[in-house]
């Protein structure tokens, strides 16, 4: 029974800790909790009241979230969505637009927890699900990472972090055994080297290999097994944090995602 017990406190404090990040780091409502977390709207309101986290939680927004400015942690994860292949594009006079997609549910739930309040609908259409996101901040990642509207890698980038690198884990990678394999098809050799350049800077050393693709010079990174464990230490937080979230071992789930991707080299 005390075994029991033990079991039934740790499962409401994980619960609790959810809770906390998703509602007040995130700030997500009630709804959005629910998707995330495939519970009804009530469960969620009556398990906020039981974790002490809300006595009377909202349902709705009530704040432009567009003038709320955005976190560093945003900001970084934005720059592995962008060289994962997010494109950002004028939105209006002062706005900028990213649209993030995913084939996977739980991931494209895991990037709203990680953009919060900024974003409201998720859609699901064609196999994919995608929401977008409108900020004027984006116009600075717009300028750093577009060369005459063409994307690269800049050699000094900021906001290059192991959020950053959880991103193209989830993104890109794709396991071979033991190693990682991450497609950089859509950029030139010198965007490639950059992106190395950071990833060492991070503790991670890579090889650039090439391979030939419809009569055109391609590249990707290849991460050997003592990198790739090195990889998987620096994200691990992001990773554990996920899996707790969803109830999953994610990089089983990414392995089995990754053998339908059509970007596999």
């Not at 509602?23 to 969620?44: A, C, G, Y």
Request: aromatic share 10%; with cysteine.
């Amino acid at each position: 029974m005390k075994e029991r017990a033990d079991i039934d406190n740790q499962q409401k404090m994980n619960m609790k800790h959810i809770l906390e990040f998703l509602r007040q780091d995130r700030k997500l409502t009630p709804f959005e909790i629910s998707e995330i977390l495939s519970l009804s709207l009530e469960e969620v309101k009556q398990k906020l009241v039981e974790c002490g986290v809300e006595q009377n939680p909202p349902d709705r927004k009530y704040y432009l979230v567009r003038k709320i400015p955005m976190t560093n942690e945003q900001k970084e994860f934005l720059v592995g969505e962008i060289i994962s292949g997010a494109n950002v594009k004028k939105h209006g006079k002062k706005d900028y637009r990213i649209i993030l997609s995913s084939k996977n549910k739980e991931n494209i739930l895991w990037k709203k927890i990680i953009l919060g309040n900024f974003v409201n609908v998720i859609i699901h259409k064609d196999e994919y699900y995608t929401f977008a996101i409108n900020h004027g901040e984006l116009g600075i990642l717009k300028k750093t990472m577009w060369n005459n509207d063409v994307k690269i890698v800049p050699k000094n980038l900021f906001h290059f972090t192991d959020v950053t690198l959880s991103s193209l884990f989830l993104n890109l990678a794709r396991p071979r055994g033991e190693t990682y394999r991450l497609s950089l098809r859509k950029y030139d050799f010198e965007s490639c080297l950059n992106l190395q350049s950071l990833f060492k800077q991070q503790g991670i050393r890579t090889k650039i290999c090439e391979y030939e693709f419809c009569n055109t010079k391609n590249y990707y990174m290849s991460i050997n097994k003592r990198n790739s464990n090195i990889y998987l230490e620096k994200i691990q937080y992001q990773l554990k944090f996920y899996n707790d979230i969803f109830n999953s071992d994610s990089q089983r789930l990414h392995a089995e995602h990754s053998k339908t991707n059509d970007d596999i080299v």
